[in-house]
């Protein structure tokens, strides 16, 4: 799909979600430029290193965990879907920058560098600017954002066992690997 209805499909599918506080985001991310932004360095090859990155990335694992909440009968909600799918990775917005060599062009082997000054961590610090903007998120939606690196995440085993983290176990575990398929194959 070509960049701009990309972009185009991407905010109308976020707007047409019944939540509060939605357009208030909406305005943060394209404020900020969100469809400018790459979703990783490039260092370690990693997934999306290039201007619109992350609106890629952040549309394939929407896609991908539709298809898991559908395949293993989660019963995720639409809304949360795309919620949760589109906008985990907005901890990114804001915090790559091009990475120059010293002759003043852009390194081919790590085109962008990762600088921000809100420390807040990934998954956490992607639901502290999604409500610091106003989205009412529900508890399952900001555990899944918070959670989404799964095992990946340093503080897992923080995760803990509790009914309620028990109770979003699956679906952490289908947003981990769309968020995982969409970089290894799709982005
Ligand atoms: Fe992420
Ligand atoms: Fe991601």
């Not at 795309?82 to 002759?103: A, F, P, Q």
């Not at 509790?162 to 679906?171: I, L, Y």
């Amino acid at each position: 799909m070509a960049k701009e209805n990309l972009e185009t499909k991407f905010y109308q599918l976020l707007k047409d979600t019944d939540r509060e506080g939605m357009d208030s985001v909406i305005g943060w991310l394209k404020a900020e430029g969100f469809e400018k932004y790459p979703a990783s360095t490039g260092r370690q090859k990693r997934h999306g290193a290039y201007e619109g990155g992350l609106l890629q990335h952040s549309y394939n694992t929407y896609t991908l965990f539709k298809e898991k909440n559908e395949k293993y009968e989660l019963g995720l909600e639409e809304d949360t879907l795309r919620i949760v799918g589109m906008l985990h990775d907005v901890c990114k917005v804001g915090s790559y920058t091009e990475k120059k060599l010293k002759n003043g062009e852009q390194s081919e082997k790590q085109p962008f560098k990762y600088e921000t000054d809100l420390p807040l961590g990934h998954g956490e610090k992607s639901v502290y600017l999604l409500m610091k903007h106003g989205l009412k998120l529900n508890d399952k939606e900001a555990m899944l954002i918070r959670w989404h690196m799964g095992p990946y995440d340093s503080a897992w085993l923080d995760f803990g066992a509790s009914d309620k983290v028990k109770s979003v176990a699956k679906e952490v575990t289908a947003l981990q690997t769309a968020d995982q398929e969409a970089a290894a194959y799709l982005d």
